[in-house]
């Protein structure tokens, strides 16, 4: 089973910056995607950002692309979100999840239902 666990959210105000981390237990499959997702209160999961960990290819969503960066350090099983000029629209709970990479396309990488494994979020607040 894959674990995953999300740290570094917090409260800033707009324009700082955070770095979100996801620590898994281990990547299980030769080539996984891992992507971030992001949930505020009456609202459904948001694709944010994806990354192939085996090639390094990424996917952002257009509201933020050219703020947030994905990367990952497969030493220690770690994917980062790196989250640039903060806007008090990027509010939310951000979650890390883990899928197997059979062919996924750009459109799915940032699509909840592809994914099976999630961690248990962390908050992020930007006030303005």
């Known amino acids: 089973q894959v674990h995953l666990v999300e740290s570094g959210g917090g409260s800033v105000q707009a324009g700082e910056s955070l770095r979100l981390s996801c620590v898994a237990s281990?990547?299980?499959?030769?080539?996984?995607?891992m992507g971030w997702f992001r949930q505020t209160p009456g609202n459904e999961l948001e694709g944010v950002a994806a990354?192939?960990?085996?090639?390094?290819?990424?996917r952002y969503s257009d509201s933020v692309r050219g703020r947030f960066t994905i990367s990952q350090d497969n030493a220690k099983n770690t994917v980062y979100l790196q989250m640039n000029s903060l806007k008090p629209g990027d509010t939310a709970m951000y979650y890390c999840?883990?899928?197997?990479?059979?062919?996924?396309?750009?459109?799915?990488?940032?699509?909840?239902?592809?994914?099976?494994?999630w961690g248990q979020g962390t908050q992020v607040t930007v006030s303005s």
């Open positions: 999840a883990a899928a197997p990479d059979f062919g996924m396309t750009a459109m799915q990488a940032l699509d909840p239902d592809e994914y099976k494994f």
């Open positions: 281990k990547f299980t499959t030769p080539r996984t995607v």
């Open positions: 990354l192939l960990t085996s090639g390094g290819s990424t």
